[in-house]
């Protein structure tokens, strides 16, 4: 693969996938109000719920035994079966998508419970933030999952199959650009529409809203669900990307990374959204590459976490000077503007 | 016997807890921010006690110039970012945000030198001594500066808060905000006053807390939990519960773990998942904590109720 | 149709008994604190009271909640206009309305399954915001409109919810008194037109006396008489709460 192409693709996947979780916190907190602390999480069991589906159905659906799904012989049987069945390895890959939705979305509406109890909104904020981390937490010490702290290696492209490695990873990139702006525009209709006016009603004054004739405490679940759902589509994506999954990827500074895209793109504007996902991206991959160039440098200073730093600089630049973001929030968009133009 | 170590330790990290949950306490309360930054103070407070113990091994200097070191950070957190942001108007969440940015970027600035200068996990240089044992267990030379330092403290943050002027004009900014406002306080001097205080308690914990094992760039934020569990058991606003809370989580993660470690095999990796619990526990059962002060302030009611609601 | 409620709870709201008739202008005076919004609260549903009962057309509300209580019909504004000030008039008023396909989350994304819903319902906003003479502002944010039109709007908005009573807490708090004139005549036409029943907390006595049907008087908690305009009027225990309150 020629660098050029690698770059692409590098920064096609990672915008992809950082996108469908801007949007989706922007849903969250942008239109609903509902501050997700804890997104990392349900980035994180999307992954997971990938590694299960790779490490113990892939095999399953291919007919192949494995003794031992998490160890050594369980990474050459996943490399196998994806680099020669392809029938079999889109399949569970559609299955791992949609059940990560699924599972992501169900642990988004056991969250909406601790909404219930609480009323100063930042202990939501640091309720859902330790949430993640005990997540973390348990996969990590619980080895069935995905190997505890070791790991889970050889959860392949789904594309592995075409043999071209170059072939592969693009085809990858496009379907993830391609769930992606699927993502963005399911958000979108969904926003420009009653429900987004009910969403944002919700979010500006829930007693009012509540006096109005909603069922606040229903529209919470509902967005965190949906909210949740698509965080871990797009774990799942990341997972088949990355091809390893460990649960020490899963660390807040990645809810912190979601945060700094939506607010810098600015909140309750989707395409907003996505423009901070891309400024992220840039950021992201630019260190990344930085960091291997100034290799010479770490006995100096470890280069790779210059990279946060100066995301939460530019994130404390942000809220302290322009703290709606790049675009500003816009109206809900329904027919009821174009009637009341006459 | 296990017992009385694991008490022994109990006590010990109890004592740390309250120290900084009562820093934290007393952010929320009084300057009514949740510092998430909170955990990096200690983090801070750690590290410049493992650097003065290599310059000077004496442990009251390395303690106090914590103290002095975090309070200082602290303060130039409140004049640079949260003082400003207040004054424009900022949300609550913004200012959460904000001090989850501060308290990333303390910690990864922490990161970026700490793996090359070799001082990703020090110990400071303080001879330990074993001084006496209670049965079998040796009780060393630090366990002497951990516990009255606290207990100190604690006595300390007392004493000011009911006896000086200044302490008792941080409980009336607490209990009431806008009376105390129309009776003339001078805010910002609380405010800057609070965060030192906050600040320079979160240090000595730190410094402590590097005594008793070791300084890391995570000492922080893998004691935030338990804080956390500790400020929620005292009810978010409580002095007294905090100090309690304290206690309460470091008992529950050291003998109460014991136990169930060796009872049902529950292993320590798990223990983040004591004070988790115990978070949930009282969300669910008593939301107002083991000392509920101001229950309508904090608690949601039965239907959502706000103080606009609070007219005639 | 009528409003009855009998209740004791301990600390604004101390054993009231009251009933309002149906299609009436009954107003609600009494001094500060006496425990007026928080009988409101209660009847809305924001509060709970510590025992009573509440009727509404026949059948028991206590202790359901706000939403519920107001797909029943019972509507309350309230005393700061509480506008959601991230939207516009328009939105603004779109959202009381009821059963709105478009706010399920399964319908939201189809397109097909609300528009003609919602074109039917922006017709409706539409008069709605002609009769308040706001329909030129539909785009504006809801805090761009002065505070007497918040306090319009706050009022029309309750209307296409489809209530049968209204429980206005203050309409006119804050406003010149041409403008309260204004708001109070509007209201009255609306609720004569729809038939509906008013129930209004209210300070400026000259204006609600000049249009209400009834009146009832609370101090401390408690009803302390009740009777139609001239009667209060009249009364030396009333006068007596207001100048010695």
Not at chain 1, 92 to 112: D, E, M, N
Not at chain 3, 83 to 93: A, I, K, P, R, W
Request: with cysteine; net charge positive.
């Amino acid at each position: 693969m020629t660098p050029i192409t690698s770059l692409v693709t590098t920064f096609a996947s990672f915008f992809g996938i950082y996108m469908i979780l801007s949007v989706s916190l922007n849903l969250e907190y942008g239109y609903g109000g509902q501050p997700n602390f804890g997104k990392v999480a349900f980035f994180g069991i999307g992954a997971f719920v990938a590694g299960v589906m790779a490490s113990r159905v892939l095999p399953l659906i291919a007919g192949v035994t494995v003794i031992d799904p998490l160890g050594p012989q369980g990474v050459e049987v996943r490399i196998a079966i994806s680099s020669t069945r392809p029938i079999e390895t889109i399949v569970t890959f559609v299955l791992a998508l949609i059940l990560a939705t699924i599972v992501g979305g169900f642990f988004g509406y056991l969250l909406s419970y601790p909404a219930l109890r609480i009323r100063e909104e930042w202990f939501l904020a640091m309720v859902l933030l330790v949430s993640g981390e005990i997540v973390r937490i348990i996969v990590r010490s619980y080895p069935p999952i995905v190997g505890g702290y070791q790991g889970l290696a050889g959860v392949s492209n789904p594309f592995r199959w075409i043999g071209d490695a170059t072939k592969a990873s693009l085809a990858y990139a496009a379907l993830i650009l391609a769930i992606a702006l699927g993502v963005y525009l399911l958000v979108d209709r969904s926003v420009n529409s009653p429900f987004g006016r009910l969403l944002k009603s919700v979010r500006d004054d829930p007693v009012a809203s509540m006096s109005l004739g909603k069922n606040v405490q229903l529209v919470r679940a509902q967005v965190l669900v949906f909210g949740s759902g698509l965080a871990a589509l797009a774990g799942a994506l990341y997972a088949h990307y990355i091809g390893f999954i460990t649960p020490d990827d899963f660390i807040p500074i990645r809810t912190f990374d979601i945060w700094v895209m939506m607010v810098l793109g600015g909140m309750g504007n989707n395409t907003g959204a996505v423009v901070g996902a891309a400024v992220m991206t840039i950021i992201d991959r630019a260190t990344a590459m930085l960091a291997v160039e100034c290799g010479t440098f770490s006995t100096l200073i470890e280069f790779n976490y210059v990279r946060y730093v100066l995301v939460g600089i530019l994130m404390l630049m942000i809220l302290m000077h322009r703290q709606k973001g790049l675009l500003p929030e816009e109206p809900v968009k329904t027919p009821a503007y174009e009637v009341m133009k006459n | 016997m296990w017992v009385i170590d694991s008490l022994v330790r109990s006590v010990l990290i109890g004592s740390l807890y309250t120290l900084m949950a009562l820093g934290l306490t007393m952010t929320i309360a009084v300057v009514r921010l949740p510092n998430f930054a909170h955990a990096e103070l200690i983090t801070v407070g750690a590290y410049v006690a493992v650097l003065s113990s290599y310059l000077h091994g004496d442990v009251p200097l390395a303690i106090a110039l914590s103290f002095v070191a975090t309070a200082i950070v602290a303060f130039v957190c409140h004049r640079a970012v949260y003082r400003p942001m207040r004054r424009k108007g900022a949300t609550m969440y913004t200012m959460v945000l904000a001090s989850f940015a501060l308290g990333l970027t303390i910690r990864y600035i922490l990161l970026v030198w700490a793996g090359p200068a070799e001082m990703l996990q020090i110990k400071p240089k303080i001879p330990l001594t074993v001084l006496f044992t209670i049965g079998e267990t040796p009780v060393l030379s630090v366990f002497v500066w951990s516990l009255p330092t606290a207990i100190v403290l604690v006595l300390v943050l007392h004493f000011l808060l009911h006896r000086t002027k200044t302490g008792k004009m941080m409980r009336a900014v607490a209990d009431n905000l806008t009376l105390s406002l129309v009776t003339g306080i001078d805010l910002e001097r609380i405010h800057d006053f609070s965060w030192i205080i906050a600040g320079g308690m979160a240090g000595i914990a730190g410094s402590l807390w590097a005594i008793l094992y070791y300084a890391t760039p995570y000492v922080g934020w893998t004691a935030l939990l338990s804080v956390f569990a500790a400020v929620v058991l005292g009810g978010l606003t409580s002095f007294t519960g905090a100090i309690a809370g304290g206690f309460v989580v470091g008992l529950s993660e050291n003998l109460l773990m014991e136990i169930l470690n060796r009872f049902i095999g529950l292993e320590f990796t798990y223990k983040p998942l004591i004070s988790f619990a115990i978070i949930v526990i009282v969300l669910m059962v008593r939301p107002v904590g083991l000392i509920g002060l101001l229950p309508t302030r904090v608690i949601r009611t039965t239907v959502k109720h706000d103080s606009r609601d609070d007219m005639t | 149709m009528h409003v009855t409620k009998s209740f004791e709870s301990l600390r604004a709201v101390n054993g009231v008994s009251l009933e309002v008739k149906e299609g009436s202008l009954t107003g609600l005076i009494g001094p500060n604190g006496s425990g007026k919004s928080t009988l409101f609260n209660i009847v809305s549903g924001i509060e709970k009271a510590d025992s009573g009962k509440i009727f509404f057309r026949g059948e028991r509300i206590d202790g359901l909640s706000p939403h519920k209580i107001f797909g029943r019909g019972l509507v309350k504004s309230f005393q700061d206009s509480r506008l959601f000030v991230g939207m516009t008039v328009l939105d603004n008023v779109m959202i009381p309305a009821k059963n709105q396909l478009g706010e399920k989350l399964y319908n939201a994304p189809v397109r097909s399954t609300w528009t003609e819903q919602e074109i039917g319902l922006a017709k409706k906003a539409g008069k709605v915001l002609n009769s308040l003479t706001m329909k030129g502002l539909f785009k504006q944010s809801a805090t761009e409109i002065s505070g007497g039109q918040m306090k319009l709007l706050d009022v029309g908005r309750t209307l296409m919810g489809e209530p049968r009573m209204l429980l206005l807490d203050e309409p006119t708090a804050g406003v010149a008194p041409i403008l309260a004139r204004e708001i109070f005549q509007r209201i009255l036409r609306m609720s004569k037109e729809l038939g509906l029943t008013c129930f209004i907390i209210e300070h400026r006595l000259e204006i609600l006396f000049e249009y209400a049907d009834y009146i009832y008087v609370m101090h401390r908690g408690r009803i302390l008489t009740e009777g139609n305009p001239s009667e209060i009027l009249e009364s030396d225990t009333v006068a007596e709460i207001y100048l010695g309150a």
